[in-house]
Each structure stands twice: as C-alpha cells, then as structure tokens.
C-alpha cells in the first residue's frame, strides 16, 4: 500500500471511536459481520461514518475530485436533459430530485443553467444523508444564486411520489456491497471480524437467501492460478437494487439518470478483475485497504450497470438509455456550452478547454464514467442518449 499522509491526533482518534464501534458490532454479532455492513457502518453511521461526519471530502482539501469540481459545464450540460425531461412531464411543471448533492456543485450549476434556458423545475430537492454537506449545499446558494435558494428543499427522506427528473452523479458507488468469493467448492461470503488488534477478512458458505440467489446468477471465470485456490473475489450491491425499486415505487413520470463508474456485467466480472473492484480514497490517494482508518476515508466498488437496469424493469420501469459519460455530455452540448467563452478570452477559455478534456477524454473520465437513464411514461428518446447508446452492453 502507498504510503499515505498522517491524521491529525483529533482525526485519529475520531478513527478509533469508529473502529471501537465497528469491533462491538462484530463482538454483539458473534464475531462476524458481512463486508456491506462493516462499509455501512464506516461510511454512514450518524455524526461519525465518512459521509456522515465533518470532515472534507471533496476537492483538493478532501480526498477526491468529482465532475461538478472540476468544472461548471458538467452542470450546464447535464441542464439540458433535465429541461427535455421536464418538458416532457404532462401539464407540465415537474421536479428534480437529486441524491447524496455533495458540495451542491452541480445543484447550483444546475439550476443556474436552466434558469437561462427558461425551465426551472418547481422544486428542487436534495435527499442528503451528512448534516455537514447539507449546510455546505445551503451555504453555497447563499453566497452564488441566493434568489434560487427558496427553491431548493432539503429532504430527511423519499417523497411519496414524484414527477420530474431524479438524479444520482457518483452515489451508487459509495453503496454498500457484499464480497462474494467463487471457488470451485462453492460459494463463500467474504465478511470482517476482529484479529486481535485490527480487522480481519473471514469467509463463510453461501448457501441461502437474497444474495445466494444474486451469486447463483453469475458466472464469473475462475482462474485455478489466481494464487487463492481458485477463487474469484467481486461485488454484489443489494443496496443498489433497492435503491432502483424504491424509486421506481414512486416515480409517477419522469426519468431517473445516475452517473457513475462501473460496467456492463460481462466486462464487470471480467477474468482479469479476479479480485473485484474494491477501492479506497483517502487525500486523494487511492489505495485497496477498506480497515485503514474507518471513518476517514472513503470506499467505493465501481457499478454493475447491468443489475441495476435489471433492478429497475424488474420493478417496472423502462431502460431510456446507458452511455458513456463523454457521449452523454456531447449530446448534451457541452462543447457548444464551452464555444459561449471566446477562444481569444485565453485566460477564460483555456481552464474550460482543459476541464472539458477531463471530463470527456477515454483516458480521463469519458470512458469509465456510464450514464444510465431509466424512466416512466417518457415516450421521447432522452437527448444524452440520441448517439452512442451502449444499451446492448448491459
């Protein structure tokens, strides 16, 4: 593992109090818990999981990037497939909905964007589960867009219904997943216990119950020289698919559009991903150790698109369309968004030129990066999928 910057004492000894609780749920539960409720617990319990804590998280004082930091015109160009869907919403009017809003980054650029184009939603809402970042989102539209802030309401929890567009950029991947390990005798779950002074992977047989079945469905290549006795180690998000069933259980019209790293099933259970896709982030420092200091990092398991598209017909809805994010920002005009800024305005112009590359390029965040729309009641195709749908890749 590289070597990686130290806490400070205060950071250090939040860590512990995390680890302490995460050791007593292990002891209470007889000295095993699954992978996904140890992620749980390090990322999300109240005031003192990773999200749900104070400390940074974003940009360069955080521990990683995402797209609405690195530029605005991530924001202006996802306005435009939030105006076609809001367009589209019967008598008109409709809402957006976005998930885990971060800094609110992309809400105020957003917003901003569709202002100018005419079709600002009757209510923005933000679903966020840290009380920090919900002051930072508030913060942030009190300083930059102060006449949008009446707007914009914070939830504690789903509406009972809604029409318009819900939206998701970099939340699936922060969901907790189970560690299911392929052998040839069978299948095993990869859970943690405790090892006497930190935690430790333990294995148990997969037998029964919703992930069994999950597993059963899956055929991943083992690889008899993979060095752990033909074994291979991957993801299964059950959070995931009911997340996709709980908004399809709401959603009246409109589309649903989450942006995020991962793959199609075929390329995410590939023979050279034999050890799943587990990764950490810590001062923007990535590395694969999930039990270095719990509670200050975050950890992150790229997405099966093709379980939650599954996810979201079984319950109902349409797959609208799933893309790479370079192909769903052109056709949503982004570079026609960057051409507003004069070239000769080089000071003004170069800075977006270079965060449209990373935002776009295959070797940057074009590639990895997937669009996935799901929907109800849309009967147009969506703009950010009119070229380069991928929908036979899932």
């Known amino acids: 593992m590289p070597s990686l910057p130290t806490p400070s004492e205060a950071a250090f000894q939040h860590s512990r109090a995390v680890l302490e609780l995460i050791r ?109 970042l919900q002051q930072r989102q508030r913060q942030l539209f009190e300083r930059f867009a102060p006449h949008l802030s009446a707007q914009v309401i914070w939830l504690e929890h789903f509406p009972a219904k809604f029409k318009g567009l819900m939206l998701a950029n970099e939340v699936l991947d922060a969901m907790p997943v189970h560690l299911v390990m392929w052998r040839d005798a069978g299948l095993f779950e990869r859970g943690v216990a405790w090892g006497g002074d930190n935690f430790s992977w333990s294995e148990r047989a997969l037998t029964e119950g919703e992930l069994y079945e999950a597993a059963c469905q899956l ?95 079984a319950a109902g809805l349409e797959l609208l369309g799933y893309t790479t994010q370079a192909n769903f920002l052109i056709n949503c005009r982004i570079t026609e968004t960057l051409a507003r800024t004069s070239v000769d305005s080089t000071k003004e112009y170069l800075p977006l030129a270079n965060q449209l590359q990373k935002l776009t390029s295959p070797a940057e965040m074009g590639e990895l990066f997937k669009v996935i729309a799901v929907g109800r009641n849309i009967f147009q195709p969506l703009t950010g999928f009119i070229r380069g749908d991928k929908s036979r890749m899932l």
């Not at 521990?63 to 589209?88: C, H, K, N, W, Y």
């Not at 059950?238 to 409109?254: E, N, P, T, W, Y």
């Not at 989450?258 to 990764?279: A, K, V, W």
Request: with cysteine; hydrophobic share 45%; glycine share 12%.
């Open 24 to 132: 007593a749920e292990i002891a209470a539960a007889g000295g095993w818990i699954s992978f996904a409720r140890y992620m749980e617990l390090a990322l999300y319990t109240p005031g003192m999981g990773y999200y749900s804590g104070g400390a940074a998280k974003f940009g360069g004082a955080g521990d990683f990037v995402t797209a609405p930091e690195i530029s605005s015109l991530f924001g202006m160009a996802v306005a435009r497939q939030a105006a076609q869907v809001l367009q589209l919403m019967d008598g008109g009017g409709g809402d957006i909905l976005e998930f885990g809003a971060g800094t609110g980054k992309l809400a105020l650029d957003l917003l901003l964007e569709l202002e100018k184009l005419g079709s600002l939603p009757e209510q923005y809402f933000i679903l966020e589960v840290s009380a920090e």
């Open 219 to 313: 055929t991943p290549p083992i690889d008899p020289d993979s060095g752990a006795a033909g074994a291979y180690v991957s993801e299964i998000s059950l959070v995931a698919r009911g997340f996709m069933r709980s908004l399809a259980r709401i959603l009246q019209q409109g589309a649903v559009v989450l942006i995020d790293y991962g793959f199609g099933r075929s390329e995410y259970y590939h023979s050279q991903r034999n050890r799943g896709t587990l990764m950490c982030h810590y001062r923007h420092h990535a590395h694969a150790d999930p039990f270095y200091l719990p509670g200050l990092q975050d950890i992150t398991s790229h997405v099966d698109f093709t379980a939650v598209a599954n996810a979201a017909t």
